[in-house]
Nanobody
């Protein structure tokens, strides 16, 4: 069993930065990939970024590439999403998610993750 708790969301002006954290409990978090997703009002949940268990590999949605950076500290059982150059279109509830199995493919859809946090609101004003 893995429990995930996001923090770090808030209100920021366009062009600003935020750093989200995802604190995990459970032994499996550090062994498998984790990811970040977001869901804006009236829209489906969408993939943002994912990182391999070791942190050696990352993959981003085109909409955030070059602005966001995913990382993890397995010693602290914590994942991060550094968000720079934020835009109003980034406004959403952000969720972290973790897997409990290996995959050779990048896990880009919600169904490929087993555990989810409760989400943290990010609002970017223009």
């Amino acid at each position: 069993q893995v429990q995930l708790v996001e923090s770090g969301g808030g209100l920021v002006q366009a062009g600003g930065s935020l750093r989200l954290s995802c604190a995990a409990s459970g032994r499996t978090f550090s062994s498998y990939a984790m990811g970040w997703f977001r869901q804006a009002p009236g829209k489906e949940r969408e993939f943002v970024a994912t990182i391999t268990w070791s942190g050696g590999g990352t993959y981003y949605a085109e909409s955030v590439k070059g602005r966001f950076a995913i990382s993890r500290d397995n010693a602290k059982n914590t994942g991060y999403l550094q968000m720079n150059s934020l835009k109003p279109g980034d406004t959403a509830v952000y969720y972290c998610a973790s897997r409990t199995s290996y995959t050779i493919f990048w896990p880009l859809v919600s169904d490929e993750y087993d555990y989810w946090g409760q989400g943290t609101q990010v609002t970017v004003s223009s």
